[in-house]
C-alpha cells in the first residue's frame, strides 16, 4: 500500500497512521466474526422459510450490496496507486468467479431457469459500476479516508482466510460461545498490542 504521509517516515504522524489503519484492520476483522455470528444465528436451513423467506431474492440482494462493495474498493485501490488497484481487481475477480457459480447453482436450487439466474446473477454483479463510480468522487476529495477503506477491505479478505481454518469456532452457536470466542481473540490482538509496545 502507497500511503503519503505528510510527515517523513519514522515520524509520529507515520506511526500514528500506521496504528491507526492497522487497528483497522484488525477492528474489521472482529467485525467481520461478529456479522458471521449473527448470520449464523438467523440461518434457516429450509429453502421455504416463513420467517425469513426465501433463498433466492436474498441471495440477489446480498450479492449486489456485495459487488458494490467490490467496487468501491477497487476505486479507493487506483486511486492509491495503479499496480495497487490492478492487485485488488485480481483478487476480487478470484473471489468473485467461485462465489457466482455458488451463487448460479443456490439459484437454480430455488427454481430459477437457467437464463434467469444467468440473467439476475449478471444484473447483481453490475452494481460493481455504480460503487466505484461513487468511491471515485467521493474518496478523491476525502484522500485521508483511502487507506481506512483500504484496511477494511484487507480485513474482509484476512477474515475468509481465517475463518477457513477456523471453522470449530462456528459450530457452536449461541451467546456464551460467541462471547468467549470473542474474548479469546481480543485478548490475542492485546497480547500482540502488549509486545508492540514493550518492544
Known sequence: ???????????PTYWGRIIAISGTVLAGIVIFFFLEKIIIWRHCHNAECEVHGTAGPLILIGDAFHNFVDGFVIAAAFLTSVPLGIAASLAVIAHEIPQEVGDFAILLDNGYSKRRALALNLLSSLTTLPGAVIAYFFLGATREVVPFILA????SFIYIAIADLVPSLHRK??????????CLILAGIGTIAVFRLVH
Open 1 to 11: 500500500m502507497v500511503l503519503r504521509f505528510s510527515h517523513h517516515k519514522g515520524g
Open 173 to 182: 452457536a449461541g451467546l456464551k460461545p460467541a462471547i468467549c470466542q470473542l
Open 152 to 155: 477494511l477491505s484487507a480485513a
